[in-house]
């Protein structure tokens, strides 16, 4: 099996990156916020268009044979004293996990932030996410919270594990 090509979205991206999220969200583990609400192609398409040159926003795939395995999506916060920070999402398809596309789009999303002045990179991860758990430690993330009840599926509580990493800047030569 070939690696993916990590690069970022284009509008040309949604249908895949849309059939992506159902995939991830309809796995009985419930790894995903939305239970079953994935946005469409549509939706994807329009915010890939608005976010196209924007500094405060990104969206990467990792793309395969098969099609797209893999998104990393970043937003700046847009509160003026914590726009050092940028919340991130990660998800890759069944198929290509623990196959280094996940440690590739955090990567990218290391790249991104010293491209646009971001420091720190924030994620939640559901407790019982385990493997998500150790990539993000493997690589660097620290957890610096426990929220209880923070986010609602299927109008349940669920418990969040707040992850950030320090990004250093690019030493310019």
Known sequence: MSEPEIRRAVPGDAAGL????REIGAEPEGWLISDGGFPGARAERRYLRAIR????AAVFVAE???GI???LSLARDSHPASRHVADLG?????SHRRQGVGRALLAQAVEWAREVGVTKLELHVFPHNEPALRLYEKVGFEREGYRKGHFLRGGEPIDAILMALEVA???EA
Do not use: D, I, Q, Y
């Open 90 to 94: 990660l998800m890759v398809a069944r």
């Open 169 to 171: 800047p690019t030493l």
């Open 64 to 66: 395969a044979p098969e």
């Open 18 to 21: 849309a059939a992506l999220g």
């Open 53 to 56: 040159r924007s500094r405060n």
């Open 69 to 71: 395995v893999g998104r």
